[in-house]
């Protein structure tokens, strides 16, 4: 019985290490608190900041194609739950529309699994958003799994074509990821415009 007790004690602990750990900060919407709940927050605005191309992020307009780099947990912003370094909307990636697109997930984050997809959503993300792509392989495998999608240390890289002009966001599908703010927004430009906005 004390073996069993100690099993279940450490499946625990790696369970709330694997997630963040720890409890939420007692806030005005926690149970038992005496303030009203809050409304989720509204989503940011997409970022309009000048257009560059950054190293990461290729365009080849003769052959119609981008491509780029996204890096899972390049930075700990975020508790390393980010794209390049960006979270909660504020970078936005603009490609053209008919434009073929590869995008290689890197996942630098040292401890958590990551997935990427891109997402007709682009506000209020449940705990667990629906993994169902914007446009056909626009979505690394397992997205929402913890132990079967991009790990640590990992590559996967995925390639798609948008064929519609729209706004649309790229998200971590993983549960509470996306919720906490592991997305930007990912636009798919009618007139040509291309490149990335912080």
């Not at 590869?102 to 990427?116: G, K, Q, Y």
Request: charged residues 10%; aromatic residues 8%; negative net charge.
């Amino acid at each position: 019985m004390k073996k069993k007790s100690l099993l279940i004690s450490v499946l625990a602990s790696t369970a709330l290490i694997a997630c963040g750990g720890g409890e939420p900060a007692q806030t005005s919407d926690s149970p038992g608190s005496s303030g009203p709940a809050a409304a989720p927050a509204a989503a940011p605005p997409p970022a309009t900041g000048e257009m560059t191309m950054p190293s990461w992020f290729q365009v080849d307009n003769e052959a119609r194609t981008v491509s780029m780099t996204i890096t899972a947990g390049s930075t700990n912003a975020n508790n390393y739950w980010n794209f390049n370094g960006a979270t909660k909307g504020a970078m936005t990636i603009t490609v053209p529309e008919g434009y073929a697109v590869t995008i290689e997930l890197v996942n630098d984050d040292p401890i958590m699994a990551h997935s990427l997809g891109i997402s007709t959503e682009t506000s209020s993300f449940s705990g667990a958003p629906e993994p169902v792509p914007a446009f056909p392989g626009a979505m690394t495998s397992n997205p929402s799994s913890m132990m079967e999608s991009t790990m640590p240390g990992q590559r996967e890289t995925i390639q798609f074509t948008v064929d519609q002009a729209g706004n649309y966001s790229m998200v971590c599908y993983i549960a509470g990821h996306a919720l906490t703010g592991m997305w930007v927004y990912f636009n798919v430009s009618a007139d040509g415009l291309v490149g990335v906005q912080q």
